[in-house]
T-cell receptor
Framework: GEDVEQSLFLSVREGDSSVINCTYT??????LYWYKQEPGAGLQLLTY?????DMKQDQRLTVLLNKKDKHLSLRIADTQTGDSAIYFC????????????FGKGTTLSVSS | NAGVTQTPKFQVLKTGQSMTLQCAQD?????MSWYRQDPGMGLRLIHY???????DQGEVPNGYNVSRSTTEDFPLRLLSAAPSQTSVYFC?????????????FGQGTRLTVV
């Protein structure tokens, strides 16, 4: 079945880099996503990567995709206290645009 | 720009009561879906719809009904609420024609069943 796995917690110091890892199961997923959820709020798309890409960089964010190992990572450079949130990895095992399958989320805690 | 609007934001029900969680989007998106979020469980898909008149079950559909009579609205019905349905519910919409098929989420409905 479809399953997305993430580590549950990550703690870093302000200014360090954060790396959040994710493994997924469905190799037919067209897009892979990273969503951010701040306390008491809904989910907001942080970034995404198309399945034919290996890497995508967007300002402080770098997404790496290893299709062979079905491994996705999100690197946040120069992590700030405002980056403290829950980060969800998600895949689209069916046709693009249909419902997402989420991991359980990684809680990132940034200390100053 | 309203995006995805969910109502109510908070609700307390007694066991056995019924209610409907409302979800509306103004982006003309074909796809809509409902998720529940529980501590340590991430978001789990309840039901989804790929267009008006079409719905399908997700991972945890039991105890919930949906319908999609218009493109804009996708209500979620709890027929007989149970304490196990205490959760935060999120509605999302997306379009297959977008560049990245981004899903837009509502702010959530926090439901407590006592």
């Amino acid at each position: 079945g479809e399953d997305v796995e993430q580590s549950l917690f990550l703690s870093v110091r302000e200014g360090d880099s954060s790396v959040i890892n994710c493994t997924y199961t469905d190799s037919s997923s067209t897009y892979l996503y990273w969503y951010k959820q701040e306390p008491g709020a809904g989910l907001q798309l942080l970034t995404y990567i198309f399945s034919n890409m290996d890497m995508k960089q967007d300002q402080r964010l770098t997404v790496l995709l290893n299709k062979k190992d079905k491994h996705l990572s999100l690197r946040i450079a120069d992590t700030q206290t405002g980056d403290s949130a829950i980060y969800f990895c998600a895949e689209t095992p069916r046709q693009a645009g249909t419902a997402l399958i989420f991991g359980k989320g990684t809680t990132l805690s940034v200390s100053s | 720009n309203a995006g995805v609007t969910q109502t109510p934001k908070f609700q307390v029900l007694k066991t056995g009561q019924s209610m409907t969680l409302q979800c509306a989007q103004d982006m003309n998106h074909e796809y809509m879906s409902w998720y529940r979020q529980d501590p340590g469980m991430g978001l789990r898909l309840i039901h989804y719809s790929v267009g008006a008149g079409i719905t399908d079950q997700g991972e945890v559909p039991n105890g919930y009904n949906v319908s999609r009579s218009t493109t804009e609205d996708f209500p979620l019905r709890l027929l007989s609420a149970a304490p196990s349905q205490t959760s935060v519910y999120f509605c999302a919409s997306s379009s297959p024609r977008g560049v990245n098929t981004e899903a837009f989420f509502g702010q959530g409905t926090r439901l407590t069943v006592v």
